[in-house]
T-cell receptor
């Protein structure tokens, strides 16, 4: 398996623009997680899905952020409108089960909002 | 409430000397504990995990950690540091108790000097 795939790897946009980050989890994994990493706040869990259903979105910072998982092999994280404080590295991870199984992380998307 | 504390934000060791990265947790339920490593500009990779089996857990690259319930600790050790160990290390706790809860520590940056 190719592992968790994220695109794009780098995104530079201007404040106010819509940004869409994409993730393809490992085939057969039931859980998908979106994280944000910044120097100030460290690694934060934004939302996770189980079998394509959002389970916990309490980490989503505000209504400008939304995430979807239309099928088992694809998820998106959208920011609209984007703001400079959204600049961060966004990671997607997947796991077979939540409790004890390893999470496999993608390489991340580095987002810069000017 | 659940929390993870990584006691040192930065650790510096000489190559060939032992490594100790400290992690303490608090949890109302029996936790699963993990250590992940993040090399520069990379996603996170699992080093090892504890899931209520043996309290001494061996991971990849010569790392191990011991779960000590009485001390609520899960410190990461390695007998002899290698230059390639330089990275950021995250301690993670997952508990159930009616709602999956995942918490990352703030990370420890390990520097290995010649």
């Amino acid at each position: 398996d190719a592992g968790v795939i994220q695109s794009p790897r780098h995104e530079v946009t201007e404040m106010g623009q819509e940004v869409t980050l994409r993730c393809k989890p490992i085939s057969g994994h039931d859980y998908l997680f979106w994280y944000r990493q910044t120097m100030m706040r460290g690694l934060e869990l934004l939302i996770y899905f189980n079998n394509n259903v959002p389970i916990d979105d309490s980490g989503m910072p505000e209504d400008r952020f939304s995430a979807k998982m239309p099928n088992a092999s694809f998820s998106t994280l959208k920011i609209q409108p984007s703001e400079p404080r959204d600049s961060a590295v966004y990671f997607c991870a997947s796991s077979f089960r939540m409790y004890t199984d390893t999470q496999y992380f993608g390489p991340g998307t580095r987002l810069t909002v000017l | 409430a659940q929390s993870v504390t990584q006691l040192d934000s930065h650790v510096s060791v000489s190559e060939g000397t032992p490594v100790l990265l400290r992690c303490n947790y608090s949890s109302s339920y029996s936790p699963s504990l993990f250590w992940y490593v993040q090399h520069p500009n990379k996603g996170l990779q699992l080093l090892l995990k504890y899931t209520s089996a043996a309290t001494l857990v061996k991971g990849i690259n010569g790392f191990e950690a011991e779960f000590k319930k009485s001390e609520t600790s899960f410190h990461l050790t390695k007998p002899s540091a290698h230059m390639s160990d330089a990275a950021e290390y995250f301690c993670v706790v997952i508990t159930g108790g009616g709602g999956n809860k995942l918490t990352f520590g703030t990370g420890t940056q390990l520097k290995v000097e010649l």
